[in-house]
């Protein structure tokens, strides 16, 4: 059985800094492409960034590139987003998934399971 558990947001001003995490169970981790999606109140989830499951490949969207970074530890089933100069508009809940193919990673609409997601609020 598939699990997905987010951790790691919180409250933080514009410009500052968070650190998700997404502990993975219940499939073969590093057979796996990990994505990070958002989704903001009153707004389709959306696709954050991407790592290949031996960390090569990164694909990172155009709105966060350059502020977040996507990693993952295989040893530990666990993917990480490195947020730094975090904006009011990233305020969203997070959530991490796992992918078989690269193609799919950029569509919500091609996973079926979700976890609960961390919400991370921007705001002074």
């Known amino acids: 059985q598939v699990q997905l558990v987010e951790s790691g947001g919180g409250l933080v001003q514009p410009g500052g800094s968070l650190r998700l995490s997404c502990a993975a169970s219940?499939?073969?981790?590093?057979?796996?492409?990990m994505v990070w999606f958002r989704q903001a109140p009153g707004k389709e989830r959306e696709f954050v960034a991407a790592?290949?499951?031996?960390?090569?490949?990164?694909r990172h969207d155009k709105s966060v590139k350059g502020r977040f970074t996507i990693s993952r530890d295989n040893a530990k089933k666990t993917v990480y987003l490195e947020m730094n100069s975090l904006q009011p508009e990233d305020t969203a809940t997070y959530f991490c998934?796992?992918?078989?193919?690269?193609?799919?990673?950029?569509?919500?609409?091609?996973?079926?399971?979700w976890g609960q997601g961390t919400q991370v609020t921007v705001s002074s």
């Open positions: 790592i290949g499951n031996f960390g090569i490949s990164l």
């Open positions: 998934n796992a992918a078989r193919r690269w193609s799919e990673i950029a569509t919500a609409k091609n996973f079926e399971t």
């Open positions: 219940g499939f073969t981790f590093n057979e796996y492409h």
